[in-house]
């Protein structure tokens, strides 16, 4: 654990305020869940939650399967970072933080489908192997909680219709997972 010389006082009904800065290099957004934990030495300690990484095996399964299907290059993100991903980009890709460009598609809520003239997204933060080609946001309850993306090595490279409606259709099933 990285200490950051920061003190903050617990206020009369328990509150403590997370600094800007920790908030921002941590992704934390106002109304984020936050799961708290505590150890034998008393320390507490705040994790961001991701209700995705409930379905993680589950989404690691669809990659593959969508993958074999498709012949593409699919990855499931929560609202930080890469969950899953099939066999080909997995090694390089698993648990990666997603780029500025993707949190836009997420935040955007709206299939993305990139055409030729469009500027290459690419998918992780310090790679520039992977390039997100179509995206679809999935929504649980109103609330976005991830993407379902179909990735490209060339940055060129533009897919169809036929891409969009399934990931429209798996970004659904996920987020009604999710609710139940």
Known sequence: MKATGIVRRIDDLGRVVIPKEIRRTMRIREGDP???????????IFKKYSPMGELSDFAVQLCDTMGKTTGHIVAICDRDTIIATNVGARRDLLEKRITGGVETIIEGRNTYQKGERDAKIPVAEGDNNYFVSVASPILAEGDVSGCVMFLSKDEHDTMGDAECKILQTVSGFLGKQMEN
């Open 34 to 44: 936050l799961e708290i934990y505590t150890d034998r030495d008393g320390e507490v």
